[in-house]
Every structure is written in C-alpha cells, then in structure tokens.
C-alpha cells in the first residue's frame, strides 16, 4: 500500500500556480526526496501531504484513503513533521516537548515516559537530558529533539522540510545517518525537501526533480545522474561538483 499518492495534483495562489498536475507515490519504508531551486513548489507540495494547505484539483491519498476522509487536526496526528526553524516549544523540556502528540493522543503517562526515554536514546541524546529546556541545547541537540517528537506517536510517515539546512556539516552528516537507521528499524515512509543535491541522493531511494510546479524527473538517484531527463536537470545535479570544485580553488589560493 502507498503511504503517500498524489495523482494530479495542483495548486494555484492569486492565480498563479505554484503546483500542476503533480503525481507521484511513496511506498512503506520509502524516502521519496523533492528537489529544486527556490519557489519550484516543493514545500507548497509537503504542506498538501499535511493538510496545512489543500489542493485546487487532483487527488491526494493518506494511508490508503482520500486524503479528506479524516479531519485534517486528527490526520497531521498520525504524521510526524520536521522543519528548519524546528520549532520546539521553548517553555516546555525536552521530554514534554517530545511527548506532547502522544499525550494529544491519550496515552498514560508510563507509556508516553518510556517512549520518550526510548526515542532520546535512539537519537543520541539520553534520558539523562528529558528535563533540559531547549535554550540549554546546541542547535544540533534541538534537532534531534525535533525528530524524536516528530516520531513520538510512531508515524507512518514522516515529512522533513529542509530539516538539515542550518546545521554545520558535521552535525548534518551525524544526523543523516542516525535518521536512516531509524528508518530501517522503524519502517516508515519519508517525503523530504531539500535543496542539496548531495543529501537527496544520500537519503532519497527517488528524487523529484521540480520546475515552476512541475515534476521534471522522478528516478532512483543512481538513474537521474546517468540519465538526467534535461539540460536543467543536468544542471542541479552538476551543482555539488561545482561547489566541490570551487572549494578546492580557494583552498589552492590560500595554499
């Protein structure tokens, strides 16, 4: 069963469009990655999933049904959401902040204590920091925080929107390959926005490639490099080589 199915979707702001007739499916288990520049309508496709924004036409399908059969507060429940600005409560700890869908969901506190142990050991935090509040955390703690919330009420599908944007390298690397051995172990599916060419072939088993709404390219990643479907594509792929490139200039330069 698809977790996920768009099947023409669209979506128009003042009249101009911002997503057409975009179709696409992700499967249990699956990280489909959305790729593009600035405006292509990448998140405007992730808020659809979440029912933040609705679709002027097509169909969208959550878990096997019409997207609009359950109330969206109830249906955003059973969808775990992580974004760049990460927007943990900053009056709340670590623990309440990571329990507070569970609790929305009327587990008893036993349970919702011991999953929240459960996920700050899988994210590599340790229960010895559920009573920190966010300010005490790094910037790369406090994602990690937002993911474990995200996946508090076991998800079936999980939604990132430049999740990774603002952490230095190193901690993006760390928690790149922390999230994958989550998903193996966990199963759930993942649609992820990102702007890096590097990180949607590390994490999407397919990546979209948008234009102006449109999906140019749907392929495994190994597919896309060694068959782009146009100049443009081509190009956005190209872009980690170049900046690779431009890096080791300016290293020559300060050699």
């Known amino acids: 069963m698809a977790v996920v ?79 760049q600005e990460i927007g943990l409560f900053p009056h709340l700890t670590v623990a309440e902040n990571i329990g507070i869908t569970p609790a929305l969901l009327g587990w008893d506190k036993a349970r919702i204590a011991a999953r929240v142990d459960a996920l700050l050991d899988m994210v590599r935090l340790g229960a010895s920091r559920r009573g920190a509040m966010p300010g005490e955390l790094s910037g790369g703690q406090r994602q990690r925080v937002a993911i474990a919330r995200a996946l508090a009420s076991q998800p079936s599908l999980l939604l990132m929107d430049e999740a990774f944007g603002a952490l230095d390298p190193l901690t993006r690397h760390d928690l790149r390959s922390d999230l994958k051995a989550i998903q193996a ?71």
């Open 5 to 83: 199915q768009l099947r023409n979707v669209s979506k128009a702001f003042a009249g101009r469009p911002a997503v057409a007739d975009v179709s696409f499916s992700v499967a249990e288990g699956e990280t489909v990655a959305l790729v593009g520049e600035s405006g292509c309508g990448k998140t405007t496709t992730l808020k659809m999933i979440n029912r933040l924004i609705e679709p002027d036409s097509g169909e969208l399908m959550l878990f096997g049904e019409p997207a609009e059969a359950a109330p969206a507060p109830l249906l955003r429940r059973r969808i775990g959401y992580v974004f």
């Open 185 to 255: 172990e966990a199963g759930f599916a993942i649609v992820l926005v990102t702007h890096d060419m590097a990180e949607a072939a590390i994490l999407g088993d397919r990546i979209l490639v948008m234009q102006e709404g449109r999906v140019l390219q749907d392929a495994a990643p190994a597919e896309l490099i060694a068959r782009p479907a146009d100049d443009y594509v081509a190009h956005l792929l190209a872009a980690p080589e170049r900046e690779a490139a431009a890096f080791a200039a300016a290293r020559r330069g300060h050699g």
